[in-house]
């Protein structure tokens, strides 16, 4: 069984799977917020089924066509939480 799925609320909180963090990293996106605001619309702007047709134009031997399917799934998703996943960690809310 995975640990955590692809569609799993884990994936919510940056915190909890990004061990990278800059030092200030939190700090410089709360204070530049107005451009990480842009940067989200921006993605939030992009069709899902750009999203699909990229996915769909990745190497055979790269991803296997269910590793497509629940990439294209799992990005989507994202991209539609991304706002709220964004402000959760530069609020310091995650859990």
């Known amino acids: 069984m995975e640990k955590n799925k692809w569609n799993s609320t884990y994936w919510n909180d940056i915190d909890k799977y990004n061990n990278r963090n800059l030092r200030g990293l939190k700090e410089y996106l709360l204070i530049n917020k107005d451009h990480l605001s842009s940067y989200i619309r921006e993605i939030k702007a992009v069709p899902n089924k750009t999203i699909k047709e990229i996915i769909e134009g990745v190497a055979a031997n790269l991803l296997t066509a269910t590793q497509k399917k629940v990439l294209s799934k799992f990005l989507i998703r994202r991209k539609k939480r991304l706002d709220s996943i964004v402000k ?8």
Not at 88 to 95: A, F, H
């Open 88 to 95: 959760r960690y530069v609020n310091g809310l995650s859990t």
